[in-house]
C-alpha cells in the first residue's frame, strides 16, 4: 500500500477506537464503585468550602489545591448523592486533558499516527486505570506537570519568556496537588543548570507562584509551622510506616487480578499488559541512553526531557516510594504507552517488513480496542448504586449541619464530629507527633451525636484510647432501633 493511504487508514483506525474508549471510560467513571479514598476527598473538599480549615480543623497531609475544584462542584450542586457523581464526571474531564497532553507531547516527539496510537495504547492499560476515573489529584497533578514539561521544550525551542513562566507555573501547580510529581521538576533542572540562561529566571518565577500562595495559605490557617510539618515531614513518616507494616512488592500489580484486568486468571489482558510495560521499559530505557546522539539540540533536550522523567518516575515507584499503590503508576503508564508505540513504529518502519505497516497496526488496534470492550463488559456491573443510596439515606435521616465523626468519610456531607476524619489513622499512630486535640474534649466541644463507622469496624484502626472511649459512649443499637438508621453503619451516642 503507498504510504499516505497506509496513514490515513491507521488514523482512522486510532480514532474509532479512541471514540470507543472514550465512551467505556465515561460510563466507567460515572457508574463505576468508589473507592474509600474518594470519600475522605468529597468530604475534605466539602467541609473546607463550608467554613473548616485544612490542618487547623481537621487532619489533612496533602497540599491544598485539590480542595478547590473538588469543593467548587459540591458547593455548586449542593449536598446530593448526584453533586458526587458530577465530581466523577469532573475527573473524565481531567482525563480527557491528560490524553490531549499526551497527544501533543507524542506529536511533538515523532508524528500524528504515532501519537493517535500511544492514546490508544494508553486508554487500554489496564494499569492504572481504573485510578484514572478515581476522584483522587493523582492524574490531575501528573497532567500539569506533562503539560509543564512541554511548555518547557516549546520555550526552549522558541525562547519566548511566556513559555518558560508557564512551564514553572505548572510544574509547581502538579506539587501542590501531589508533591510526588517533584521527579517531573529534576530533569528539568538538569537541562537549566546546563544551559543557564537569563530567561531561565522566568521559569524560577512561575514556578515560585503557587509556592508563594500555598505558604499564603499555611498562614491564613494560623497554623503555619503545624501545616507545613503535616504536608512534609509527617506526610513521609506516615507512608514509611505503612510501607514497613504493609510492605508491598514493585511487581504487585502485574499479577492474575480480574479486578485490574477484568478477566480472572492468566489472562489476554494481563499478557498483553505485560508485554507492553516490558517493550516499553526497555525502549524507554534504550531511548534514555541515545537522548544525546542527536546534533539537534532542540530535539536532543526534546528526547532528554521525557526519557528521563520516564526514567526517574520509574526509579521512584521501584525504589522510593515505600507504599506501591496503583496511582504510583499514573506519571509512569503515559510513557510506558508512548514507548511502546514508538517501538512498533520503528519496527516496522524498516524497509523489509513495512509491507506489514497496516495489517500489523489495524489489527494491534483491533485487538486492544475488543479487550478494552472486555475489560469495561466485566467492569460495568460493579456500581455505584448502593453507596449512591446510602449517601441518600443519610441525608434523608441526619438534619444538615449535624456534626459526625467519619471513619470513611462516606457521610461526606456532615460537620467534622472530631479532629481526625476518614483515615486508619491508628495504624501509623506512632508518628503523630504533634498536639493535636483530646478525642473527649474535642467531640463534646463539637457536639458529636454520631459516629460512623461503615460496614466494617473501623473502630479497630483507631488509637486504643480512641476506640474504647467511643465503644463506651455511643451505641450502633441505638441507631438499629431508629428505621432511618438502620443498615448506615451509624452509632448513637448514649448520654
Not at 489545591?65 to 448523592?81: E, Q
Request: glycine share 6%; charged share 15%.
Amino acid at each position: 500500500m503507498k504510504g499516505k493511504f497506509v496513514k490515513w487508514l491507521i488514523i482512522i483506525f486510532c480514532l474509532l477506537s479512541i471514540g470507543l474508549q472514550l465512551y467505556f471510560r465515561y460510563e466507567l467513571s460515572l457508574n463505576r464503585y468508589f473507592d474509600s479514598d474518594e470519600f475522605a476527598h468529597l468530604h475534605w473538599a466539602y467541609v473546607f468550602f463550608n467554613g473548616e480549615m485544612p490542618y487547623r480543623d481537621f487532619f489533612y497531609i496533602f497540599p491544598p489545591y485539590f480542595l478547590l475544584p473538588v469543593g467548587l462542584v459540591l458547593t455548586i450542586l449542593g449536598r446530593s448523592a448526584q453533586a458526587v457523581v458530577a465530581v466523577r464526571g469532573l475527573m473524565f474531564i481531567v482525563q480527557i486533558a491528560a490524553y490531549g497532553v499526551i497527544f501533543f507531547w507524542a506529536k511533538k516527539l515523532r508524528s500524528t499516527s504515532l501519537a493517535l496510537l500511544t492514546l490508544v495504547i494508553f486508554m487500554f492499560l489496564p494499569l492504572p486505570s481504573d485510578k484514572l476515573l478515581e476522584i483522587r489529584p493523582d492524574l490531575l497533578a501528573s497532567v500539569l506537570a506533562i503539560a509543564g514539561l512541554y511548555l518547557f521544550v516549546k520555550a526552549e525551542g522558541d525562547k519566548k519568556p511566556i513559555f518558560y513562566f508557564l512551564s514553572g507555573f505548572l510544574l509547581s501547580a502538579s506539587l501542590v496537588f501531589v508533591p510526588k510529581t517533584i521527579f517531573f521538576v529534576i530533569p528539568v533542572l538538569a537541562v537549566i543548570l546546563f544551559r543557564l540562561q537569563k530567561k531561565h529566571l522566568y521559569f524560577a518565577g512561575g514556578f515560585a507562584v503557587n509556592l508563594v500562595t500555598v505558604a499564603i495559605f499555611f498562614l491564613t490557617s494560623g497554623k503555619f509551622w503545624q501545616a507545613a510539618y503535616l504536608t512534609t515531614k509527617l506526610a513521609g513518616d506516615v507512608t514509611k510506616t505503612l510501607g514497613f507494616k504493609f510492605y508491598m512488592r514493585p511487581d504487585i500489580f502485574f499479577y492474575p487480578n480480574d479486578t485490574y484486568y477484568g478477566m480472572p486468571g492468566l489472562s489476554q489482558t494481563l499478557i498483553v499488559n505485560l508485554c507492553i510495560y516490558i517493550l516499553g521499559y526497555l525502549w524507554g530505557i534504550k531511548n534514555f541512553i541515545s537522548a544525546f546522539a542527536y546534533r539537534d539540540k532542540n530535539k536532543a533536550v526534546r528526547e532528554f526531557l521525557f526519557s528521563a522523567s520516564f526514567i526517574v518516575n520509574l526509579y521512584a515507584f521501584v525504589r522510593i516510594y515505600p507504599l506501591k499503590h496503583l496511582q504510583y503508576l499514573i506519571p509512569v503508564a503515559p510513557f510506558v504507552a508512548f514507548y511502546f508505540a514508538d517501538f512498533v513504529f520503528t519496527v516496522l518502519g524498516k524497509q523489509r517488513v513495512r509491507f506489514l505497516m497496516f495489517p500489523v497496526l489495524g489489527g494491534l488496534i483491533l485487538y486492544l480496542t475488543y479487550l478494552g470492550f472486555r475489560m469495561y463488559e466485566y467492569k460495568i456491573p460493579w456500581n455505584n448504586k448502593p453507596t449512591l443510596e446510602k449517601v441518600s439515606g443519610v441525608l434523608a435521616a441526619i438534619p444538615a449541619g449535624t456534626s459526625i465523626f467519619d471513619l470513611t468519610g462516606e457521610t461526606i456531607f456532615y460537620p467534622d464530629g472530631y479532629y481526625f476524619c476518614c483515615l486508619p489513622y491508628g495504624q501509623y499512630e506512632e508518628d503523630l507527633n504533634f498536639r493535636y486535640p483530646e478525642i473527649q474534649a474535642d467531640m463534646e466541644r463539637r457536639g458529636t451525636k454520631y459516629v460512623h463507622t461503615g460496614k466494617t469496624d473501623r473502630l479497630s484502626v483507631l488509637p486504643i484510647i480512641q476506640a474504647k472511649y467511643i465503644r463506651e459512649n455511643y451505641s450502633l443499637n441505638l441507631a438499629n432501633a431508629d428505621p432511618k438508621l438502620r443498615d448506615l453503619g451509624i452509632m448513637v451516642r448514649m448520654k
